[in-house]
């Protein structure tokens, strides 16, 4: 045999690379699939940190909200004198516990031993409120004359100077004394624990979705050069048998560079790839979607803006819905003398008083440069003495501001029962507010047929 038969011997078979590619090729599947599930633990991990920190969420806010039902209640028997509202009262206080639960929840929760604490220090503060509100009701239970009512009320003892006030009087200080600054300040204090204690989980839960995050992004690189050495494997295999599927792979390649979905097309193989592929691409921007809180809500203010508007309605049971429709009489004014800057600072105070005198589950809504809707949901009738009290009292605290121009809100407050869908809703609304435009502006009007 010559040596030049011989060299041409030794040469590489296509037998050999096909067996060098089949080979590389079950390894690069098998790094795939592994980086695969490894990549979908990463997303699970990211999503159940992001669902524990809803629930820890929710366990901190059920004792504000146990909290401001309790406040509600008190304010309600103290204007209205209904003993109903007093035993609903006494029922969630030393029945349902909601508050005690709820740092109870926490604790099993988290490890978090700040979170817990802040919650139980804002605890103790509603419980020292409630020795306030204990009088209010024994004067409003003196002046109505009602003789069966809660044990723990018979020895709270009225003050030798109260116990001479009439029936009106005594009513009128009951009142006052569950609505007045100095109850809404010992209010305040309960939120601002709730505050620093829902801030200490969100530290804890930024720290674990950012670790999540990083290792979800690891993933992802190593899934992005996986599939681009598997690509250009497959274009030298496409090369080798007559280049059956280059346009598809070329394409694909855009695509993802793109950060699109890659269509299905080409060989059989290919396509399971891409639907691998798009799998893992969907359940990543669903997990970025989720946090795309901003979509719903107002940047300058932290109100829901025109699309959350537009969601929290369409969900509403309007016969339990009462809305609440305003806007800064004279707002033009201010952008004019004062700059749209100025402007700006109003709205931002506006909705922190606003916050300030509505329930967390009242929604607040901006639907217009300085027009603004509030929810009041749970709510079967107008109560239209605590409204008109909380109206007030924000017009109060607008006029009364030092370091930006003295403001006021004209407002127009409709039931949800009164309307068949809701935009007829929204209409009436905007006619009353419309009649206490015209009867001079700062004060409140309530639809009426």
Not at 416 to 441: A, C, I, N, V, W
């Amino acid at each position: 045999m010559s040596t030049k038969e011989k060299k041409k011997g030794t040469g590489i078979s296509l037998k050999t690379i096909h067996i060098w590619m089949v080979t590389g090729a079950v390894l690069i599947s098998i790094t795939m699939l592994y980086s695969t599930f490894d990549l979908f633990s990463s997303y699970r991990s990211l999503s159940e940190a992001s669902t524990e920190h809803i629930k820890l969420r929710k366990d901190a806010r059920e004792l504000m909200d146990a909290s401001d039902y309790l406040t509600e209640r008190v304010q309600r028997f103290t204007v209205e004198g209904n003993t109903q509202y007093l035993n609903e009262y006494f029922s969630e206080a030393f029945s349902e516990h909601h508050r005690e639960k709820a740092i109870s929840k926490l604790s099993e929760r988290t490890n978090n031993k700040v979170a817990v604490k802040k919650l139980e220090m804002a605890l103790a503060n509603s419980i020292e409120l409630m020795n306030r509100e204990y009088y209010a009701m024994k004067l409003v239970i003196e002046a109505k004359g009602y003789e069966d009512y809660p044990e723990l009320l018979r020895d709270i003892e009225i003050t030798s100077k109260d116990k001479l006030l009439s029936s009106d009087e005594k009513m009128y200080l009951a009142t006052k004394m569950v609505l007045d600054d100095e109850y809404y300040e010992q209010k305040e204090q309960i939120r601002l624990n709730m505050q620093e204690c829902l801030d200490e989980l969100e530290k804890a839960a930024i720290a674990t979705d950012e670790s999540a995050l990083k290792s979800l992004s690891n993933e992802l690189t190593v899934v992005r050069l996986i599939i681009l050495v598997q690509t250009a494997g497959m274009i030298f295999l496409v090369w080798l048998t007559a280049r059956i599927s280059i346009h598809p792979i070329l394409k694909a390649v855009d695509q993802i560079k793109s950060n699109h979905f890659i269509k299905e097309s080409g060989a059989r193989e290919f396509r399971y790839l891409v639907k691998a592929y798009n799998r893992m691409y969907a359940h990543y921007k669903k997990s970025l979607e989720k946090l795309n809180f901003k979509a719903l809500h107002d940047e300058l203010t932290g109100a829901y803006n025109r699309a959350g508007y537009q969601s929290l309605i369409s969900g509403l049971n309007l016969n339990q819905t009462c809305m609440i429709l305003f806007d800064v009489d004279n707002f033009k004014d201010i952008n004019d003398n004062y700059g749209h800057e100025t402007g700006d600072k109003v709205l931002i105070k506006l909705v922190g008083i606003i916050k300030k005198y509505f329930r967390n589950d009242d929604y607040i809504c901006r639907i217009g440069g300085d027009e603004f809707v509030i929810f009041m949901g749970d709510s079967p009738k107008i109560n239209r003495n605590m409204i008109s009290n909380k109206i007030d009292s924000i017009n109060k605290e607008l006029t009364e501001s030092e370091e930006l121009p003295s403001v006021t809100i004209s407002v127009g407050v409709v039931h949800g029962s009164h309307s068949s869908d809701p935009e007829d809703l929204f209409k009436k609304t905007d006619r009353t507010m419309y009649e206490s435009k015209q009867k001079g502006k700062c004060t409140v009007t309530f639809y009426s047929e």
